[in-house]
Structures are given as structure tokens and as C-alpha cells.
């Protein structure tokens, strides 16, 4: 069970740790200094700074140095000890030549050298100060710089990211004003990390697109940290096939950039988690290790945890569960845990993995350090999701249903809250299996079915064939790519040959290119071969799926018209039988509810010969239906010259369990009208109407001229098995009923109109 279990709430575990990660990709736009990220450009920028007289490109250029000690990998006392000192000459300088905007930079400059020392008290301090000399001085950019500073003080759980959010928003209102497109787009990333943090990942994926929006606009080009963010969005929100989208983007676009930093291996990390959800486990490993790899050049403890535990679960999930014990209690020797996520993790992951093999004795001391977690976090902690299923997974061996019920009721809340897809389908099923040991069989079916709407929401074969797509895509166009770097790597030293060739080899060097150029020919050929043959393979494979599900979706149209041909036939048999039956019957009375019977029957048995002989399996044209119906009213009633009916009716479709309860009602109206509104051979009009009003509102209204209602006639009291059998199918559509006098009787129906279908087709295609 433990491959069910553990990813419910990594995602947004590790995006908490990742985001301390990634911010050192963000801060050096904050300040407003020269932008040094790489070695090359840091060496360019000491010897530029030996030529350059006291002036404000030098300050700026100061600004950056020190900027860029602060980013060094690490929080070594040498590198901050030299960014100090460049921001003190910056500050020295800046304060001669007076020049404000940098005096404001190299605040919030020292604000960050004291966080990262460990000193919040003086970086809030020195933020304040930052803030008010900004406001002071009118400048917009370094204004919100220091707001946003300010925010990195704050923590990433409950109301601290609030204050954070607070502060970037701060941030974001004042670049807008600057027009300071690149610092927008950063802020507009920040915001929708932090709402994914918060398990709002709509509005997160909404900001998010804006910020990719306001980069694009740019021609900004460093793109891999949002398309990863997006990336870690759509997978807490279980819509995988943006999420692989946009990771498998943040990998060409920081392959394209020849990044290797700790965001590639965030970006590995979080492919490799979105392939372990998909059940590829091969695949998901292999992103973890090329994620490690990385991680381990950086010497990060922290996101090896993460990267490592991660290796670990897909090891036990592919059966090697005695080599992912050993790898995760390694990994606790090696990296001790920091945060409370990884504290419980590391028990949660070894309790699961002795349940799969049955050595519930070595799992019950982590079950003890689970329960206490369980204990003393909040209740609206997201780790509470690991802690309730291992809760619920044992309480359910043990076979005390009854608590594990309880423990599901608090798990479901949690989930909804949270919106997260996943972790709500895995509760609906551990529930069927609890109300099946409770014998609550109807109750269990529910939760069966919403599992399975859950699970195929996420998971729909058109889902898999759009992943399966994309990822065809990226390998050929990674491919190609391949082939034309060897390309231009032959072609480049074929110009080195022969530029350094001399005449006497001249011959050896044109044999040599000769050569090469064969080669070269021949492995493209045999490299477009072989993925000729790949893609030639996979369309064999997709052509039969396709034709696979034609035959299942004609015999499941056959299988459709075939049960609503039967139920027609069965219920005209029923009329029929009931038409013999009242030939032996002198009773009034008795004939009467036989001819009522066989009247609510031929209703019923009009929807079921229209589905079959038409396309639509599932809808009803009313309009058609409510026609027929009262052509069959007329005939039965031989009223067409006592009473006249008129039709107001829009074309519009509803489902069985809809069509047949208005139907009956219908049925009962006209019967009534018939019987009782023209009395004494007295002649009237009967107008039916059925249309659609606003908000998905259908509106049946049947007025005749007639006599009305008696006085005092009041429907809920009756004891007519006409008008409780109205009463209750309009109860069965969900819907209100009344009818009052006004020149002859009023029925008013009204009901909502289901969505039902339409949103399950909506489904299925997202």
C-alpha cells in the first residue's frame, strides 16, 4: 500500500523546501545592481571595476559583487564576510556622490547579508530602514524590493506565509507602477509559489500564467524556473498532463540554457515525481537519480532528504523494499532530519514498508512516533494526510472499522479542503472497504463509484494518450536536436583541420572529411531509422487501442438500444395484460385505475421506443415527446372536440431519470384536465407549455379554461393518487410544484435541468 500513500502531500512538503532553493535564482533581481549569476561574468566584472572611475555604474557594479558573494552556494562566514565588504564600498560611495537609489539598493543588500547570517532581528531592522528611505525618496523599484525582502524573513506554514503573501503583493502593485516588467514577473512567480504553498493551486496556476505572460512579453528567456513552478502546480492540483507539459518544457529550456544548478535537479525531481504518480516507476527513477546527482555537487542535506526518500519509495514500490530500507536508513545517517515533514516521513516510509511484508512487530515502534505526530501537529496540517493513512491502514488490519470510519470522516475533510484530487479518491476507496466489513453495502457502492470517478478523472485512457504524446514529442525533438549538435560539431572541426593542415596532408585531410562526412550520413540514417521505427511502433499501438474502443463503444451502444427496446416491449406487454384483465372486471372503479395504469405506462414506454430508435442513447427531445404524448392523451380520451390544446415547447433534452418522472407528471395533469375541468359536455383549451428560464431552470406550466379548484382545496391534504403521485415525482426531480386558479387552473413545475452527462464528457476531456 505504501505507493498509494506517500506522494499525497510530497508535493507540497517539498515545494516548502524548494522554494528556499529557488529564491537564490530570484534575489539577485531584486536589487537594481549589474546582474552576476556565472564565474566568466564575475571575473568581467573585477576587471571593469579596476577601470571605472567613481561614478554610479561603479556603485551599481558593487552592488552586484557583493550581491553575488551573497548567492554563493552555502552560507560560508568568507563569502559574507566579502560581500560585506563590497556593499560598505558601495554605501561609501554611493553616500559621496549622492545617489539614493543605491543607498536604498545596498539597505536591502545588507538586510539580506544579516538573514542569511542568521541575524533577523537586525534584517528586519535594517528592511524598515530600507522602507522608509525609499518611501521618502519616491523610489518605486527599491521600495518594493525591500517589501519583498522583508517577506523572506517570514516562515512558509500558517500565518507567517500570510504576512509574506502580504508583503509580495506590496511588491507586485509597485513594479506595475514602475513598469518594471522583469521584477513583475518575478513577483507574479513568488505569489503563485506561495499560494501553492497554501493548497490554492487554481489561483496559483492563474498567477503563475500571468507571470509567464509578462516574461514572454520581455523576450525573457530564462524560463525553466516557472515552467517548473507550473509544473509543481498541476500536479498538486492532479492534471498531469500540463504538469509533464511544462516539466518536460523546464528541462529543454534549462538544457537549452546549459543550467545545471540546484533548479535543474528540482526540475528532475518533480519529472520523475509526476512519472512515479503515472506508475512509471523506471522512469521516475531515473529522474530521481540524475536529481540526486546533482544535488549531492551542491552538498544541499536538505534536498537530498527529500530527493533520497523519494528514491527509497519508488525502490519499495518496485518490490526492492529490502533496498529501500537500507538507501533510507543511510540517507538518515548521512543527512539527519531538519524539518518536521522529514522527521515523519522517514518513520512513515519504514512503517509502510514492513506492513507490505508482514513484520508488523519491527513496523509498530514508527506506528508509536506516527501517532504522536498525529497528536500534537494541528489538525489542519497537510502532513496529517500521511498520518491518517497509516492511522487508517492500521486500525483497519486490526479490524476496528468502526474508528476507522471516524479516521476517514476527518481524512475526507481535510482532503476537500486542500482540493487535492488524489488523496480524496484513495479515502473514498479505503472507505468502501470499510463500510463493506460494516455491511453498509449501499453506502459502500457510493464510495466505490465516487473512487472510481476520482481515479478516472485523473487517470482517463485520453489522458494517457495525451501524456504518451508528449513525451513522443520531447524525445523525437530532443533527438533531433542531438543529431544536429553532432552535426555542427563535425562540420567545426572540419574547418579546425583544415585550417591547421599542411599542404602535404592536404590529401590525408580531404580522405579524413570524406570520411567522416560518410559516417555521419550513415548515423543519421540509422538513428532516423530507428526512430521511424519507434514512432511506426507506437502508431501500431495507438491504431489498435483506437480500433479497440470502437468495438466497445458500438457494443455498448448495441447493449443500450437493446435494454431500451426490452423495456418498451416489457411495459407494452404489462399494458396489454392489463387490457385483458379489465375484461373481466365489472368494477368502475377498478377499470378506471387499470385505464390510469396503462395510460402512466405508455408514457413511460414513449421515452424508451424514442432512445432506441434514435442516436442519442441518453437524451430525450421533450419537445417531440410531450407532442406525441398528448396526441395519445386526445385519442385515448376522444376529446378533440370537447377540448382543444395548444403547445408552447422549446427543444429541450433531459435524461432518463428526468424525462420519466415529468412524463408521469404530465400524464396526471392532462388525465385531471380532461376529467374534471370541462364538466357537463363543456367546451375549453388546454395551453402546455415547457421551456427553459435562466440559470438551467425548465418551467412545465399546463393552464386550462375550466372550472378550477374547489374552494378551500388545498393539494397536500388530499388523499388523490394523482396529485401525490405529482407531488412526489416533482420531489424526485428536486423541484417545486403549485397551482392556483386564475380563469381555470394553473400548474406550475419547475426543476433544474441536470448537467450530469455534460460534465462527466468535461471531465473526461480535461
Request: charged share 25%.
Amino acid at each position: 500500500m505504501i505507493n498509494n500513500v506517500f506522494h499525497n502531500v510530497a508535493v507540497v512538503k517539498l515545494i516548502r523546501y524548494l522554494f528556499f532553493v529557488l529564491l537564490v535564482l530570484i534575489i539577485p533581481g531584486l536589487l537594481k545592481g549589474q546582474d552576476i549569476k556565472t564565474t566568466v561574468a564575475f571575473e568581467k566584472a573585477l576587471a571593469r571595476l579596476e577601470k571605472l572611475n567613481d561614478g554610479e555604474d561603479k556603485v551599481d557594479l558593487l552592488i552586484g559583487i557583493g550581491t553575488y558573494y551573497l548567492n554563493l552556494p552555502g552560507e560560508l562566514k568568507a563569502d559574507l564576510a566579502k560581500a560585506t565588504q563590497y556593499k560598505n564600498k558601495a554605501l561609501t560611495l554611493a553616500d559621496r556622490i549622492d545617489y539614493p537609489k543605491a543607498i536604498a539598493d545596498v539597505l536591502v543588500l545588507s538586510g539580506n547579508i544579516a538573514r542569511e547570517s542568521g541575524d533577523k532581528i537586525s534584517a528586519e531592522k535594517t528592511y524598515q530602514q530600507a522602507i522608509q528611505y525609499a518611501t521618502k525618496k519616491d523610489l518605486k523599484d527599491q521600495l518594493a524590493a525591500a517589501f519583498s525582502a522583508m517577506g523572506q524573513l517570514y516562515g512558509n506554514e500558517g500565518k507567517d506565509l500570510d504576512k509574506k503573501i502580504t508583503f509580495n503583493w506590496k511588491s507586485l502593485k509597485l513594479y506595475r507602477q514602475s513598469g518594471n516588467k522583469l521584477e513583475e514577473g518575478n513577483s507574479l512567480k513568488n505569489l503563485g509559489d506561495y499560494y501553492t504553498l497554501k493548497g490554492q493551486s487554481e489561483e496559483a496556476l492563474k498567477l503563475m500564467d500571468s507571470s509567464l505572460l509578462v516574461y514572454k512579453s520581455i523576450n525573457f528567456t530564462e524560463l525553466q524556473g516557472i515552467y517548473n513552478n507550473m509544473c509543481i502546480a498541476n500536479t498538486d492540483a492532479g492534471n498531469f498532463s500540463n504538469a509533464l507539459k511544462y516539466g518536460l518544457l523546464a528541462e529543454k529550456t534549462a538544457d537549452k540554457l546549459g543550467d545545471t544548478s540546484l533548479q535543474k535537479s528540482s526540475i528532475c525531481n518533480h519529472l520523475g515525481l509526476i512519472y512515479f504518480y503515472l506508475r512509471n516507476d523506471k522512469k521516475a527513477l531515473e529522474y530521481w537519480t540524475e536529481a540526486r546527482r546533482i544535488a549531492e555537487v551542491y552538498h544541499d542535506s536538505g534536498y537530498l532528504q527529500t530527493i533520497i526518500a523519494n528514491i527509497a519509495t519508488v525502490l519499495i514500490r518496485m518490490k526492492k523494499i529490502e533496498e529501500g530500507i537500507e538507501t533510507l536508513q543511510e540517507m538518515a545517517r548521512k543527512y539527519p532530519s531538519t524539518d518536521t515533514y522529514m522527521k515523519l516521513r522517514i518513520p512513515y516510509i519504514l512503517f509502510n514498508s514492513y506492513y507490505d511484508l508482514h513484520q508488523y512487530a519491527k513496523a509498530s515502534p514508527y506506528f508509536k512516533v506516527l501517532l504522536n505526530f498525529h497528536q500534537e501537529l494541528p489538525d489542519d496540517d497537510p502532513n496529517q494526510t500521511l498520518l491518517y493513512r497509516s492511522i487508517i491502514r492500521k486500525l483497519i488490519y486490526e479490524r476496528k472499522f468502526v474508528m476507522a470510519d471516524e479516521y476517514l470522516k476527518a481524512h475526507e475533510k481535510q482532503a476537500a479542503t486542500q482540493g487535492n484530487v488524489i488523496v480524496l479518491s484513495q479515502v473514498h476507496r479505503l472507505w468502501f472497504a470499510v463500510d463493506s466489513a460494516l455491511n453498509k453495502p449501499w453506502s459502500a457502492i457510493a464510495h466505490y463509484k465516487e473512487y472510481k470517478r476520482l481515479a478516472d478523472s485523473i487517470f482517463f485512457n485520453d489522458k494517457n494518450k495525451q501524456l504518451s504524446g508528449l513525451e513522443i514529442e520531447y524525445q523525437t525533438e530532443k533527438k533531433d536536436k542531438d543529431i544536429a549538435l553532432l552535426s555542427q560539431n563535425n562540420q567545426l572541426q572540419k574547418v579546425r583541420i583544415e585550417r591547421e593542415g599542411h599542404v602535404r596532408y592536404i590529401f590525408i585531410a580531404g580522405l579524413l572529411v570524406a570520411i567522416i562526412f560518410v559516417g555521419l550520413i550513415y548515423n543519421r540514417y540509422r538513428l532516423k531509422k530507428q526512430s521511424n521505427l519507434i514512432l511506426e511502433q507506437k502508431q501500431k499501438e495507438i491504431n489498435a487501442q483506437n480500433d479497440l474502443l470502437k468495438k466497445i463503444l458500438g457494443e455498448k451502444e448495441w447493449l443500450l438500444r437493446e435494454i431500451h427496446h426490452r423495456v418498451k416491449n416489457n411495459l407494452q406487454i404489462v399494458i396489454s395484460l392489463l387490457n385483458t384483465q379489465s375484461a373481466y372486471l365489472d368494477n368502475d372503479d377498478a377499470l378506471v385505475a387499470i385505464r390510469n395504469s396503462q395510460h402512466r405506462m405508455h408514457a413511460m414506454s414513449l421515452i424508451h421506443q424514442r432512445l432506441y430508435q434514435s442516436d442519442n442513447l441518453a437524451e430525450i427531445d421533450m419537445k417531440w415527446y410531450i407532442k406525441e404524448l398528448v396526441d395519445y392523451m386526445i385519442e385515448c380520451f376522444s376529446t378533440d372536440r370537447k377540448v382543444q390544446f395548444t403547445l408552447e415547447t422549446e427543444s429541450i433534452k433531459l435524461d432518463v431519470a428526468q424525462a420519466v418522472p415529468l412524463g408521469l407528471i404530465l400524464n396526471e395533469a392532462i388525465s385531471n384536465t380532461i376529467k374534471y375541468a370541462f364538466p357537463h359536455e363543456r367546451k375549453g383549451t388546454v395551453h402546455i407549455s415547457f421551456l427553459m428560464a435562466e440559470g438551467e431552470i425548465c418551467e412545465l406550466k399546463i393552464a386550462d379554461n375550466g372550472i378550477g379548484l374547489p374552494d378551500g382545496f388545498e393539494p397536500e391534504n388530499t388523499k388523490s393518487l394523482g396529485m401525490s403521485l405529482m407531488t412526489g415525482l416533482t420531489e424526485q426531480l428536486n423541484g417545486q410544484i403549485k397551482m392556483w386558479n386564475d380563469n381555470g387552473l394553473i400548474l406550475d413545475v419547475r426543476f433544474k435541468k441536470h448537467n450530469e452527462l455534460a460534465q462527466k464528457s468535461t471531465d473526461k476531456l480535461s
